[in-house]
């Protein structure tokens, strides 16, 4: 099973601010096969990013992914009152579908 | 409108089953795969199973804390996805978030999840 590490755990920023949040995982990812949720209290989560860098549907792009192998960067430049919220990577290049434990992106 | 609904949670007792459903609509269902992810209270999420589209036999996946007790299934003529949980135990409790899945990878990206059904195993 891989294991996905996010770091940090929380981040305390304020409106307009940079967000940079961490996922490393436990060995490579086969074609950066890897996913950014962001999830607000008692919402369902929803897909941000995927295989790394390519934006969801609706996503704005404040959001950007970066990275490969096994280090990987979920960017929010210009942070909004909405996107406090809790965000979380995901792998899908393996069985099982693993998630990292998640950071909280929280205000100043 | 892509829309995708849980429905069945509730409170169970330790070692029962309980049967949860997954309704779809505003999308081919054949045409995607469907996965289950879960979140205790407090807790983070945690994938659970997935089941991939008919032109792969409709095969499946499971994370080892559910291998043997839980099956994914699915129903083609009325878009639904279900989730059959056996011999449950204290440590399932938990949102079960149902969601609609891109095949890309080994066990694909959600991209529409549903609202949740909160499961609670207590006696």
């Known amino acids: 099973e891989i294991v996905l590490t996010q770091s940090p755990g929380a981040l305390s920023l304020s409106p307009g601010e940079r967000a940079t949040l961490s996922c490393r995982a436990s060995q490579s990812l086969t074609n950066n096969n890897l996913a950014w949720f962001q999830q607000k209290p008692g919402q369902a989560p929803t897909l941000l990013m995927y295989d790394a860098t390519s934006r969801a549907t609706d996503i704005s792009d404040r959001f950007s992914g970066s990275g490969s192998g096994r280090d990987f960067t979920l960017t929010i430049s210009g942070l909004e009152p909405e996107d406090f919220a809790v965000y979380y990577c995901q792998q899908y290049a393996s069985s099982p579908g693993t998630f990292g434990q998640g950071t909280k992106v929280e205000l100043k | 409108e892509v829309q995708v609904v849980e429905s069945g949670g509730g409170l169970v007792q330790p070692g029962r089953s309980l049967r949860l459903s997954c309704t779809t609509s505003?999308?081919?269902?054949?045409?995607?795969?469907m996965t289950w992810v879960r979140q205790a209270p407090g807790k983070g999420l945690e994938w659970v199973g997935f089941t991939r589209i008919k032109a792969y036999d409709d095969s499946t996946e499971y994370a080892a804390s559910v291998q043997g007790r839980f099956t994914i299934s699915r129903d083609y003529s009325r878009n639904i996805v279900f989730l059959h949980m056996n011999s449950l135990k204290t440590e399932d409790t938990a949102v079960y978030y149902c969601?609609?899945?891109?095949?890309?990878?080994?066990?694909?990206?959600?991209?529409?999840w549903g609202r949740g059904t909160l499961v609670t195993v207590s006696a």
């Open positions: 505003g999308f081919t269902f054949g045409d995607y795969a």
């Open positions: 969601a609609r899945t891109m095949s890309t990878g080994w066990v694909g990206v959600c991209d529409y």
